[in-house]
């Protein structure tokens, strides 16, 4: 089993419509949890990061981790044409060991 | 204030060649990290340095890789000899810290072997 799953997509929405994307864990030390977006053919890059449990928002994108079920999601509000990427979910665990997901790949249809 | 510089951008060579890929992390940065991303596997974790000294190699896939980092503001990743399965795309990142703190990216190195 690996650390992270992520389910790869791919994902395609309608302009405007709110995106859900998510990644389970099995590995309860994990403390840590990123999101990075990578735009095709670009290195990924930092969008959202948490620590342990809750709610961070940050304009139209929230991340939230519930730990007890060893599940972190990202909501996009209102997507945009410009939110198409491949999102990836990274996380660290008390160790430092660190795991990304495989990633999720969304196009949004304007 | 620039990135993380990656060179080439492009690589194609038969298989059986060194292949070297450069890095540039940004200054003051004290992790380096590289990666190899495919369809298939993902965003794999290589190696990665603290201080110029690597700390886990431990997904270099086998003796054909090779990494150095010689000072704090260059590494190379070497591949000898080169075969079909290294085509991927490398990333080089870095940060400062620790791998609890978010990594900045390069652009990568498209590789492919013939």
């Known amino acids: 089993q690996k650390e992270v799953e992520q389910d790869p997509g791919p994902l395609s929405v309608p302009e405007g419509a709110i995106v859900s994307l998510n990644c389970t864990y099995s590995?309860?030390?994990?403390?840590?949890f990123m999101w990075y977006r990578q735009y095709s053919r670009k290195g990924p890059e930092l969008l959202m990061y948490t620590y342990s449990s809750g709610n961070k928002e940050d304009g139209r994108f929230t991340a939230q981790v519930d730990k007890s079920s060893k599940y972190i999601s990202l909501f996009i509000r209102d997507s945009q044409p410009s939110d198409s990427a491949t999102y990836l979910c990274?996380?660290?665990?008390?160790?430092?060991?660190?795991?990304f997901g495989t990633g999720t790949s969304l196009t949004v249809i304007p | 204030d620039a990135g993380v510089i990656q060179s080439p951008r492009h690589e194609v060579t038969e298989m059986g060649q060194e292949v070297t890929l450069r890095c540039k992390p940004i200054?003051?940065?004290?992790?380096l990290f590289w990666y190899r991303q495919t369809m298939m596997r993902g965003l794999e974790l290589l190696i990665y340095?603290?201080?110029?000294?690597?700390?886990?190699d431990s997904g270099m896939p086998e003796d054909r890789f090779s990494a150095k980092m010689p000072n704090a503001s260059f590494s190379t990743l070497k591949i000898q000899p080169s075969e079909p399965r290294d085509s991927a795309v490398y990333f080089c990142a870095s940060t400062v810290g620790g791998p609890r703190q978010p990594q900045h990216f390069g652009d990568g190195t498209r590789l492919s072997i013939l």
């Open positions: 590995n309860s030390a994990f403390q840590y």
């Open positions: 990274a996380m660290v665990n008390t160790g430092n060991q660190f795991y």
């Open positions: 340095f603290n201080n110029n000294v690597p700390i886990d």
């Open positions: 200054s003051g940065h004290d992790y």
